[in-house]
């Protein structure tokens, strides 16, 4: 049986894992001390939403590169939580137990979203152009046009 491509980004693996982060993370948001309300707490908060948003974002564009480009701003907020839980350890906010549970967590991640963009790049090379090809449950398999003025 041949493997299907992902028909929404919500299948990815990569999604769904980063999903799980961003909610550990927002947990973790919420049990910070109230002088980080409008500090920290927000700050991850906004980094963890921006880890899903791009992964969900850049497979929603046909262009390889587009999507490899919102795939590395998803691993650059990545790792911003990362450093937020430095943050957290160093002033004492969490357990260094819970700290280092949750930055194995992000640097497993980190391995994923890397394994997803060496995918991505495979595909760009495989397919010969900028443009993404879909299987689409309603149109089947569709290749677009590559409208980009910018060659590669």
């Not at 980063?18 to 707490?41: M, T, V």
């Not at 939403?49 to 907020?77: C, M, P, W």
């Not at 990362?82 to 004492?92: Q, R, S």
């Not at 495989?126 to 910018?150: C, K, L, M, N, T």
């Amino acid at each position: 049986m041949e493997k299907r491509s992902p028909s929404t980004f919500e299948d990815l693996e990569v999604y769904q894992l980063a999903r799980e982060f961003r909610k550990a993370i927002y947990r973790i948001a919420k049990r910070l001390p109230d002088i980080e309300k409008f500090g920290l707490a927000s700050q991850v908060r906004r980094a963890a939403v921006s880890l899903t948003n791009n992964i969900a974002e850049g497979h929603g564009r046909y262009h390889y590169l587009d999507q490899i480009k919102f795939t590395l701003q998803s691993r650059g907020s990545l790792e911003e939580l990362i450093d937020d839980l430095n943050v957290c350890a160093d002033e004492g906010y969490l357990p260094i137990e819970e700290i280092g549970s949750r930055k194995e967590q992000g640097w497993r991640l980190r391995q994923v979203i890397d394994g997803y963009i060496r995918y991505l790049r495979d595909q760009k090379n495989a397919a010969g152009s900028s443009s993404a090809r879909e299987i689409s449950p309603v149109y089947g398999d569709v290749e677009f046009e590559d409208d980009s003025r910018f060659s590669i």
